[in-house]
Each structure stands twice: as structure tokens, then as C-alpha cells.
């Protein structure tokens, strides 16, 4: 959407283009991405078993009773209060000797991949939308509701980086100790399955009523205070503050409906001048009032959209590290997006995006989740 001139003006040519240049950036990103996916999420059959013989024969005499007719795969886990478990799936084709080490890689990691994917484009869908709308309501002049949209937008792209770089910390922690074990890939699954869910289904509604939620929401402003203690181009919390007012009913809400307020010269009364729709006036008045809400809704924008752009670039190469280091690429019957029907081969150009070929670049077990610099990157040799 571009904006009139009257717009541009009020918020600065610099600052109209890199407003307009950051919601493309979002709803580019989202347009050329995939539209729809799916994930599947392996649930816990708690099994009364109490050893590994009793907990498989246990397990396998229930898929087949309630579907005798499909093929399963499943594995059963022990527990340090001495009770088993159980995951069952109808999606893995995997061919690696079942139980084995690679095997359980293979089961629990793919479950992670395709959430992973899933949580990563919703939060792309969202960014672009909200972003999409603080644009089309700066050009419409209609400054609550493009503050209640950026004011969303930066609370989210605060709570992604944040939630992106612990996720990617933790995988490259897990990844660096080397060829994981049973037990270290059971409990790794656990905790990051734990982390997405709270990702996306953490909420606070009913807390107010007494009825908690399982699992509860971080506040807000513990990102936003991370993000402003991160972040030196911009004063966070001053745009914040800003946002939050307009959009309650307070003092920043008024002035976005305020046109000129003017005393007279003994200062004994002000004349104050307010309209529902007053860009035409306050480009009359050559915009004595600052748009200040205006200004606040589009820096904001610009930091969101750089530090959700950044943040998504992490997940995507958490889950292709995830996908191409447990080589789970072709193993799920389920499309998804971010999955892939085939593996790569050894002289393949990596699907990471790094450019090196793929038996060249980082995904082994043992080695640093760091992604590579593109400068720093060797040259390909030759076949």
C-alpha cells in the first residue's frame, strides 16, 4: 500500500519508506512460504508393565486391538520412577532396526521437526498480518488501531527472538555432546516437546477466574525488557510505553484525535482542536501536534519486522540442522512443510542454504548448531 502524500508528511519520507519496506519484507516472507501444514504429535500411552519385554508386549496387544489393520511402529521408554511408557505411529517408514539407537532418533526428532515447522510458520502468519495492518492503518490515518497492531507485533517479535535463541541453545548443546544416547535423545525430546507446547498453547485465560491454565503464559514484559536491553537503535521501552497508552484509554489515546491546542498570549485559556479523522487539519496546522502515536507505530514495525525476520532465519536453520543431523529427511508418511521426501547426497548442495556441499557443512553429531557465515564459508572443491 502506498501512502498519499498528506501521510509521507506526517511521518517523514524516511521513515514512510522503511515502514512500507518492512511490511513487504513480512508478507513477502509469507507469500513465497508454504500456505498450509501439518504436524502430528506423538502422545505418552502410560503402559503398567515394570520391563522392556512386558512394556513392548503390552503395548503392541493394544494397537493391535484397537486397530489391528495398520502397521505400527512404536517404542517404549523406562522411567526413573521405574514405570514405562509407550509412542506408537502410523507416519514413520523408517527402516533402521527398530528400537535402535538411530531408530528412536529418528521417531522422537521428526515429531520435533514438524512442530518446529508448524510453530515457525504461524509466527510468520502472524507477523505478516499484523504488520500488513499497521501499514494499511497508518495510510488510512487510523492511529489506534495501526498501534494496537504494531504494539502485538513488537510483543511478538520480543517473545520470538527470545524463545528462538533458547531453542537453538538448546539443540546446539544437545548436538555438540556428540552421538546421543537412548536415554539423553528420550529426555531432549521431552524438554523441547515441552517448550514448543508452551510455544503454542500457553495462555493466561482463566487465571482471573481461578481456573489456571496447565500451561501458563510468560509475561510480556519480561521480553520487552529483554529485547530494550538488547536493543541500542531504538529506545524500546519509550515505543512501548507509547503504544500501550494509545491503545488504552489514556493520554496517547487522546492525542491521536488532537489537531492544535494554542493559548493566547497572557495565557489565560487554551484553545484545543480535535477531529475524528484530522490528518487534512494537522497538515493545515503544518503539524504543530506531533503524530507521536504515528511515529511510535512505524518505528515499531521497522524493529519488529528485523528482529522476527533474524529470529525466523534461526528456527528455519535449527530445523534443517535438527532434520539433516538425526536424518529423518524421507522417513514420515506425513507432507509437511519444511519436510522433504528424499535426503540429500553426499555431493548435493546442502538444503540448509549454507552453499557448501552437503558432506561438507555442519550437520553431524559432535559439531557446533552454529550457522555459517557466508563470507567466512570455504570454496567448494571440485569433484
Given amino acids: 500500500m502506498s501512502f498519499e502524500e498528506q501521510v509521507v508528511r506526517a511521518l517523514g519520507r524516511d521513515r514512510a519508506d522503511r515502514v512500507q519496506a518492512a511490511a513487504r519484507l513480512l508478507t513477502t516472507l509469507a507469500d513465497d512460504d508454504a500456505q498450509s501444514t501439518q504436524a502430528v504429535v506423538h502422545i505418552n500411552v502410560p503402559l503398567r508393565a515394570h520391563n522392556a519385554h512386558d512394556a513392548t508386549a503390552e503395548l503392541a496387544d493394544l494397537l493391535n486391538t484397537a486397530a489391528p489393520e495398520e502397521t505400527w511402529r512404536f517404542v517404549t521408554v523406562s522411567h526413573p520412577d521405574g514405570t514405562w511408557s509407550g509412542k506408537a505411529s502410523l507416519f514413520v ?39 500488513e495492518q499497521t501499514v494499511e492503518a497508518l495510510g488510512r490515518w487510523r492511529l489506534l488501531v495501526a498501534a494496537a497492531c504494531s504494539r502485538s507485533l513488537l510483543e511478538g517479535a520480543a517473545a520470538l527472538i527470545h524463545e528462538t535463541t533458547l531453542l537453538h541453545e538448546a539443540w546446539d548443546t544437545f ?22 507446547a508452551k510455544l503454542q498453547y500457553a495462555s493466561r485465560v482463566g487465571q482471573s477466574a481461578g481456573r489456571p491454565p496447565v500451561l501458563q503464559s510468560t509475561n510480556v514484559m519480561t521480553y520487552i525488557n529483554k529485547l530494550a536491553k538488547n536493543t541500542t537503535t531504538v529506545d524500546v521501552l519509550d515505543l512501548y510505553e507509547w503504544l500501550c497508552d494509545a491503545v488504552h484509554p489514556s493520554f496517547g489515546s487522546a492525542t491521536t484525535h488532537t489537531v492544535l491546542r494554542a493559548s493566547d498570549r497572557p495565557k489565560t485559556h487554551a484553545i484545543e482542536h480535535y477531529a475524528r479523522r484530522p490528518l487534512k487539519s494537522l497538515a493545515a496546522s503544518g503539524y504543530v501536534m506531533q503524530p507521536t502515536v504515528a511515529h511510535a507505530a512505524a518505528d515499531a514495525l521497522v524493529l519488529a519486522a528485523d528482529v522476527v525476520h533474524r529470529s525466523l532465519s534461526l528456527v528455519k536453520w535449527t530445523m534443517d540442522d ?43 553429531w559432535g559439531q557446533p548448531s552454529t550457522p ?9 572443491a571440485r569433484p
Avoid at 555459517?372 to 567448494?380: D, H, L
Fill in 93 to 131: 517408514q523408517d527402516t533402521t532396526a527398530l528400537g535402535s539407537r538411530d531408530w528412536i532418533a529418528h521417531f522422537a526428532l521428526s515429531d520435533l521437526h514438524m512442530r518446529m515447522a508448524a510453530w515457525r510458520l504461524t509466527q510468520l502468519w502472524r507477523a505478516a498480518e499484523l504488520a
Fill in 175 to 196: 548436538k555438540k555432546v556428540g552421538p546421543p544416547t537412548t536415554d539423553s535423545l528420550t529426555r531432549f525430546s521431552a524438554d523441547l516437546n515441552n517448550r514448543l
Fill in 322 to 364: 535438527i532434520g539433516l543431523t538425526a536424518e529423518i529427511h524421507g522417513l514420515n508418511r506425513l507432507s509437511y512443510a519444511g519436510g522433504s521426501d528424499q535426503p540429500p547426497q553426499r555431493n548435493d548442495t546442502c538444503p540448509c542454504g549454507s552453499g557448501r556441499k552437503y558432506k561438507r557443512c555442519v550437520h553431524r
Fill in 372 to 380: 555459517p557465515s557466508p563470507a567466512a564459508e570455504p570454496p567448494e
